[in-house]
């Protein structure tokens, strides 16, 4: 854990408590056409979880439990992390 509780190198926390929303990192992100059926259950799980107070434990767990349903491979999750944690990083400059 870092300073301020959160897991070592969780930038969204301090991006929620500044002016910047993990929407504003996905819109960031290259564009990608999600089914309407995936993107309509994500949105419901995003309000569970934003209404859930999960400790940063919890978050591990969770984040864990959604690369592991995607298939995500090690090398691919270094790739992911790295371009969402360059994004992050942008946004904080601006």
């Not at 819109?27 to 990608?32: C, D, N, S, V």
């Not at 349903?69 to 790295?82: C, E, F, H, R, Y």
Request: net charge positive; proline share 2%.
């Amino acid at each position: 854990m870092d300073k301020d509780g959160d897991i070592e190198g969780d930038d969204l926390a301090d991006l929620r408590a500044g002016k910047k929303t993990n929407e504003d990192v996905a819109t960031e992100l290259p564009k990608a056409i999600i089914p309407a059926s995936v993107n309509q259950r994500l949105k419901l799980a995003i309000e569970k979880i934003k209404d859930a107070k999960l400790n940063s434990v919890q978050k591990l767990q969770l984040i864990a439990q959604v690369v592991d349903s995607l298939g995500v491979d090690k090398s691919q999750l270094g790739m992911i992390t790295n371009k969402i944690r360059a994004k992050m990083e942008s946004l904080k400059v601006k």
